[in-house]
């Protein structure tokens, strides 16, 4: 499939470029172009085609590039703020748009995020079509990632580093493939899924139909619980 992928803000306003949100040492046009990378490197990876904006065009500029493009989808990559303490994708007035943000949504899950909101895009002033520029232009299905709240100390956590970032776009490509195809083998791309449970990085996870699995001893025992196994009844029992 054809994606189009827009790295949000960037663009150059009143002489300088627009940088998005700020909170301290994260900027969030910086993490848009890193997580936009990685999601675009991953769906290449996957067999999937992918055009990735510069970084630095108007709404309408990179809309139009989209439309240009003949991408099947349009992605807009952008960061939160605002106190908020969740993950939302907004879409176009698209059933394949919200069947595509509905995948997204279970990536951003499987990157760490513990609440993702599914929002339909709200209407113009006049009422007529998405509020949003870059839902509102292409001719394609579209939507609008933001990851987490980039002013809100617990939820930043998910985009606080640059291999998070990468984390976070390698996580919504996997998503993606898992759906919509991928020309790679399930084994090479699952471990990139992470689970973190008694503060360790967790082995052997996997991810399969949009889910996330882990072994059960190491999860159990991670979370300070005992794990019994009986060969007879071939049945795992956990205790704390």
Known sequence: ??????????ETINGRADPGAVNGSLVEHQINIVVGKALADRLIEHGHNVKI??????????AQAANAFGADFCISCHENAGGGDRGEVIYSWDDKALALAKVVAVG???????K????KCPANTAGTAEKFGMLRIPKMPAIIIEPCFIDNALDRQ??????E?????????????AVYGSALKEDDYVSDVKIVAGGKIMTGV????????APVRELAESLGC???????????TITK
């Not at 998910?158 to 291999?163: K, S, Y």
């Not at 996997?206 to 699995?213: M, Q, T, V």
Request: net charge negative; proline share 1%; charged share 20%.
């Open 1 to 10: 499939m054809d994606f189009y992928e827009d790295i949000g803000h960037g």
């Open 53 to 62: 904006e510069p970084g630095d065009l108007t709404i309408n500029a990179s």
């Open 108 to 114: 951003l899950t499987n990157a760490g995020q513990t």
């Open 116 to 119: 993702v909101n599914v929002v």
């Open 158 to 163: 998910l985009v606080d580093t640059v291999e």
């Open 165 to 177: 970032q990468k984390h976070v776009g390698i996580c919504i490509a996997d998503a993606i493939a």
């Open 206 to 213: 996997i991810l399969k139909d949009g889910r996330s699995y």
């Open 226 to 236: 005992k794990v019994g196994w009986n060969e007879a009844l071939r049945t795992v």
